[in-house]
């Protein structure tokens, strides 16, 4: 058997819209409700991952204030390094040192005055004051005479090369300051 419905087109159509409506109103709640739930949650992730970050900044912070107490620590242990290899550099080539001295001093005319030695390599730079131009010129020629007599037996060709870098007169203290540089074959020094 067969239905039949006396209702109009119109109406059933309105039927038909009204339960569009109510479905399509229920599923943009359900819908809404789930973006709500989404971003709720989103926020509060986004939340605890800045909680977290301003932890970990004030533990970096934290560390970093720690490493740059540290840094004059740092500091006197290198330059205590450096006193260490420069002097256990000297003690193991004291000798060498001493009779290379000791030669100098042998060297030098009373007349003049050494202020400032210093050694590099197998070179020394000397600053120092003398009466005169002849007392700077005898140490030259002294430190260059392979036949110079009152030094260290053995150490006669020790200094291979003399340079006169400088002169000035100082007129207030009525000397005369000189700077030489004076190269030596550490060989010799045995």
Known sequence: MQELNFLPQSEIQEQYKEKAVKFSSILAIIFTVL??????????????????????????????SQIKSK??????????????KALTNIFMNQKKYSLLMQEIRTRK???????????????LNINGS??????????????????????ISG??????????????????????GFFIVVNFDSSKLK
């Open 130 to 151: 003398a009466q005169n131009y002849l007392s700077i010129a005898e140490f030259i020629n002294n430190l260059l005479n392979t036949e110079f007599t009152g030094g």
């Open 35 to 64: 973006v709500a739930l989404g971003s709720a949650y989103i926020i509060y992730l986004n939340n605890q991952n800045e909680q977290i970050i301003s932890d970990l900044d004030k533990n970096i912070e934290s560390l970093r």
């Open 109 to 123: 005319p009373s007349s003049l005055d050494i202020d400032n030695l210093d050694m590099r390599g197998e070179s």
């Open 155 to 176: 150490l006669e060709t020790v200094f291979t090369k003399v340079s006169l870098n400088s002169v000035n007169t100082d007129s207030s203290k009525d000397t005369i």
């Open 71 to 84: 840094a004059e620590i740092e500091i006197k242990v290198r330059n205590l390094d450096k006193k260490y």
